[in-house]
């Protein structure tokens, strides 16, 4: 799967949500997540967003190691809804998301 890592969090451009063919790119509040089990790897995100903030899994920066984690549990609770779209803004976000600092600029 890829992952999308801190670089989204209150940036959310959402240039990749465009790109995706199979609508696995689903809105938190303050970032983004990849369904892991959605995704089918066509990597057509990555370079578009501008920020660099989505990685294939294995080639996630170190320091952003745990995002990987971070996309895979925001489904807990929401299991495989099969499309993005249909949900629309989700108003939460993954306790790593939600306890970064806000950007101020
Ligand atoms: Fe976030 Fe980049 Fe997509 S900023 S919303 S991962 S294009
Ligand atoms: Fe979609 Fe990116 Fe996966 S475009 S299928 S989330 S690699």
Known sequence: TYVI???CVDVKDKACIQE???DCIYEGQ???YIHPEE???CGACEPVCPVEAIFYEDDTPQEWAQYKAV???FFDELGSPGGASAL????RDHPVVAGQPVRTG
């Open 5 to 7: 890592a801190q670089p």
């Open 20 to 22: 995706c063919p199979v």
């Open 30 to 32: 303050r970032a983004l």
């Open 39 to 41: 995704c089918v790897d």
């Open 71 to 73: 996309n895979a549990e």
């Open 88 to 91: 629309g803004l989700i108003e």
